[in-house]
């Protein structure tokens, strides 16, 4: 059976409502009841995996999953960003954030580059490729973004170009000799049945 990876964006919460870096906060409200709306939408799954953030955790017991903490699968280390909103930042540090946004492989906030969330996000690829049946993977859209560009092969500057959504969904496949990208389905409230990979 040819190895199929579903990445899930977990679902929203405050501090991704008002565009925080990183934290553990749970999920909101809305964010939980739309993320048991899509409960038994994704088919037989073989193994399922997520982020240890309690927003990750609570996305896949919402869904009904049951899930392995994986760290690799964690969000971004934003290092002394991390918990302050986009606004503060762009007050207290407007040249490093620029920076970091126009070369990815800094990391002026002290924590991670780039460069090495795409490191950790090849290898558990590399990793789970080799496992046949779906892999269902509960995670951030960091993590998503670096798959994407892993599959993709795409350079650094491809990584802020991928817009990943709440409870989106990304499969990919491989044949163990190369990656493709399947599809990318957006979470639509409105459209039952439409959210299956």
């Given at each position: ?37 899509l ?36 969000e ?50 590399s ?69 299956s990979?």
């Amino acid at each position: 059976m040819t190895p199929r990876i579903t990445l899930i964006c977990h679902a929203t919460t405050r501090a991704l409502r008002a565009a925080t870096f990183g934290g553990d906060d749970s999920l909101d409200e809305v964010g939980a009841a739309q993320a048991r709306q899509l409960a038994g939408t994704l088919g037989p799954v073989t193994r399922c995996w997520t982020s240890p953030a309690a927003r990750a955790r609570e996305t896949a017991a919402a869904l009904g999953l049951s899930a392995t903490i994986d760290d690799r699968l964690r969000e971004c280390d934003f290092g002394r960003w991390t918990g302050l909103k986009f606004g503060q930042v762009l007050l207290r540090e407007p040249r490093k954030l620029i920076k970091w946004m126009k070369d990815p492989a800094t990391a002026p906030h002290g924590g991670e580059s780039i460069p090495e969330v795409l490191s950790r996000v090849s290898a558990w690829l590399s990793e789970q490729g080799r496992e046949p049946g779906h892999t269902v993977a509960v995670t951030h859209s960091s993590v998503v973004r670096a798959a994407i560009v892993h599959v993709l092969q795409a350079g650094l500057p491809a990584f802020w170009r991928i817009d990943v959504t709440p409870l989106s969904s990304t499969e990919l496949r491989t044949n163990g000799r190369r990656w493709v990208l399947r599809s990318i389905t957006p979470f639509d409230a409105d459209v039952p049945g439409e959210h299956s990979p």
